[in-house]
């Protein structure tokens, strides 16, 4: 009855465990382990939230190799204790990362490929095997203990995509060090900013990055970055390209000139489950960005589950996750995860429209890639050239195509599935963070297509207890609603704590809602309680998957002396999402020249903060629109930045309620 029910069901919102089995059993033997009372999805979803101890401890003895069995699966940290909050997994087991995710598959299957690495240079791969990536790793591991680096130390990374990253990142879990990979397109400040909050002694770089063609200076730009933290103890640079590069004989080392020195075998450090594994800045909508710690076995674990299950990935598969390996999604879904699965990891160095826009399709039809996983900002940029640069490509291997980063128009998802995934392929959105460290929301790809809705993340995964709350910190009845996207409980992969600000973890996450990990996001359920994730719902703007504080680019106009106060909002984007629109009053604009001032604050926020900080749009007005006690009321600014003049909403607490007229008129001009 229950079975036939749930296969009628046109969009399978109860997702039958027989479903599950046929898709899964290979990948998810623990199946057999849960209850025969669970029959669906929902079943197993909601015993997995009841029952995590047994649910996450079982797969954990299952998916990782120990050096010491754990003996409680998790402390039962609550989101509401504001106090002393600290959620712990696996307690007193050791493991070592590294050997989850090369020792034991250079074991078994020393000539498997684990990295193909696709240069920037059209039509060139580098295939790295197991055997070689142990080897590197090693030797890493051991230059980066001659340098003095000892578990717990922090290693700054100001690198491309490249194998050698991957190398070094490993090195790092091998040794117990953490890893801070700081994304090579920001500026020296940023990278000084990053590397003192965290005094790292250490950084790994390389002479210069290419993307699209393009050199790029890293080692220059590191160099600029420890002047201003000058007790940077070594630089460590690899030899992307063969040019020169300023060599400081104090500091530097080159890579590829003493790394066969030293021996390709590194005993690997006995790390507890709960030590950190890696830190990871981003940004939120006050204060600077926040290095976030992960922690070793909850987030391999669900990192590397979640990747087996949502991406229905295969032992033999090639995982083509073509993001920058200096976000979260390049950290888990192309170096932790597929590594920790033995599986084959795509580095994709270049851009997708690089050296023309069939450079994925190519990259596809030659490195026979099975899940492509990208974002909604790519796929809109490639609608936008045509669909004849995918024509004469074969694109049969693909079966799974992924989006996220934001959330995905209904054409960009349509397009991905009728014409890359010529309507054969699972299409699968996922809404996760920095913070989460691996996905929480996507449609599981069992079943028929039909039974994943377009643009939508639809489930939360196993483990993941997802509620919307109203304004006041109400829960919602999850059913054709809207509502602050909110986790009730915690879950092995997340994030534990801020590098050095314990106090700022609970504030910014658990203090807006007591009981509950706020997102950030706002979503809406529909009748088949799916989610569907509208944005962000904080001063947080998400520019072709990138996150940026208004307060971060705030702060950096108000620094400029022709500034008096500056408000950053989002508007829509065409092709990345959003866009940042910035108003500004002027100190004196006495001989003020527009065209210039906006050329030195585009200038000054590429320089403090990264390319794709600098405001689209520079509005010069007279005020800003402030409520009486002095806040700026940035609803009315976000509508008129996106156009949408009839929806101004209630203006009465405004001080100057002409003001609205006057910056529309501007904004009217300007477009
Ligand atoms: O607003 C959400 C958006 O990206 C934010 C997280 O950004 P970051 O930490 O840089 O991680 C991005 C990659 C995991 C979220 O708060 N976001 C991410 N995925 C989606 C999304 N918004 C809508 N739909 C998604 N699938």
Redesign the pocket.
């Known amino acids: 009855m229950l079975r036939l029910k749930c296969i009628s069901d046109k969009f399978g919102s109860r997702l039958t465990l027989i479903q599950l089995r046929t898709f899964l059993t290979a990948k998810f033997p623990e199946l057999d382990e849960f209850p025969k009372s669970i029959k669906s999805y929902d079943d197993l979803h909601k015993y997995s939230i009841e029952n995590s101890d047994h649910f996450w401890g079982t797969l954990a003895k299952n998916r990782l190799d120990w050096f010491k069995p754990f003996n409680k699966v998790n402390n039962g940290a609550k989101f509401g204790d504001l106090e002393n909050y600290n959620s712990q997994w696996f307690l007193d087991g050791k493991l070592n990362v590294s050997v989850n995710c090369v020792d034991r598959h250079y074991q078994k299957n020393p000539n498997k490929v684990a990295l193909l690495w696709e240069k920037d240079e059209p039509g060139f791969h580098e295939s790295v095997t197991y055997e070689q990536l142990y080897k590197m790793m090693n030797k890493m591991a051991n230059l980066l203990k001659s340098c003095g680096v000892q578990k717990g130390d922090r290693v700054a990374f100001y690198m491309p995509t490249c194998s050698m990253t991957v190398a070094c990142m490993m090195a790092c879990a091998r040794i117990g060090a953490l890893h801070s990979v700081v994304f090579a397109g920001f500026s020296s400040e940023s990278l000084a900013s990053r590397i003192n909050d965290a005094n790292c002694k250490i950084v790994i770089t390389a002479n210069q990055a290419i993307r699209g063609g393009k050199i790029i200076n890293l080692k220059k730009t590191v160099d600029e970055a420890i002047k201003l933290y000058p007790s940077v103890k070594n630089v460590l640079v690899y030899k992307r390209t063969e040019n020169k590069f300023e060599f400081n004989a104090e500091k530097d080392i080159v890579i590829d000139e003493v790394l066969d020195q030293f021996s390709s075998e590194c005993q690997p450090e006995i790390m507890d489950a709960n030590d950190p594994l890696f830190m990871l800045y ?1 940004s939120g909508s006050t204060g600077k960005p926040k290095g976030l710690v992960h922690a070793q076995a909850g987030y391999i674990l669900q990192s590397a589950f979640s990747h087996q299950i949502a991406f229905n990935f295969e032992k033999d598969d090639v995982f083509g996750c073509l993001a920058d390996v200096g ?3 390049g950290h888990t879904y192309i170096v932790y995860a597929p590594l920790c699965n033995g599986g084959t990891t795509v580095l994709f160095e270049s851009s997708p429209i690089y050296p023309n826009p069939s450079r994925y399709w190519e990259t596809i039809q030659r490195l026979k890639i099975n899940q492509l996983y990208i974002a909604p900002t790519s796929i809109r940029l490639l609608i936008k050239n045509g669909d004849e640069w995918l024509k004469k490509y074969d694109l049969s291997s693909l079966k799974l195509l992924g ?6 128009n209904h054409e960009a998802w349509h397009w991905y599935d009728e014409v890359v995934g010529q309507k054969r392929c699972k299409i699968i ?7 989460t460290g691996s996905l929480m929301i996507a449609p599981l790809p069992c079943g028929k297509n039909d039974q994943i809705k377009p643009a939508m ?1 639809m489930r939360p995964f196993f483990g993941i207890d997802a509620v919307l709350l109203d304004e006041k910190g109400n829960e919602k009845e999850p059913k054709n609603t809207e509502g602050i996207l909110c986790i009730k409980k915690p879950w092995p992969s997340m994030a534990r704590t801020i590098y050095g600000d314990h106090q700022r973890f609970i504030n910014t996450y658990l203090r807006p809602y007591p009981g509950y990990y706020f ?3 706002g979503s809406h359920v529909d009748n088949d309680r799916h989610f569907q ?1 509208t ?2 719902v904080d001063d947080v703007i ?1 520019v072709s ?3 940026i504080g208004t307060a971060e680019v705030e702060d950096v106009l108000d620094e400029s002396h022709h500034i008096s106060e500056s408000a950053v909002v989002g508007f829509p984007h065409d092709t990345l999402g959003e866009g940042i629109f910035a108003f500004v009053t002027l100190r004196n604009d006495a001989d003020f020249n527009e065209e210039q001032v906006v050329k030195e604050l585009k200038a000054l926020v590429k320089s403090k903060i990264a390319g794709y900080a600098v405001p689209h749009y520079f509005l010069f007005v007279s005020n800003l629109p402030k409520t009486r006690s002095g806040k700026i009321m940035r609803r009315v600014l976000r509508n008129i930045a996106s156009n949408k003049f009839d929806e101004m909403g209630d203006t009465s607490t405004l001080f100057d309620p002409s003001l609205i007229d006057e910056i529309t008129a501007k904004y009217k001009k300007l477009k």
Do not use: L
């Not at 989006?403 to 995905?408: K, L, M, R, T, W």
């Not at 959105?429 to 913070?435: R, V």
């Open positions: 981003t976000w979260i999604t989006s996220v980063g934001e959330p995905i959105d996922t809404w996760w963070q920095t913070e993340a997102t950030g996001d994730i944005g962000r998400n998957g990138h996150r």
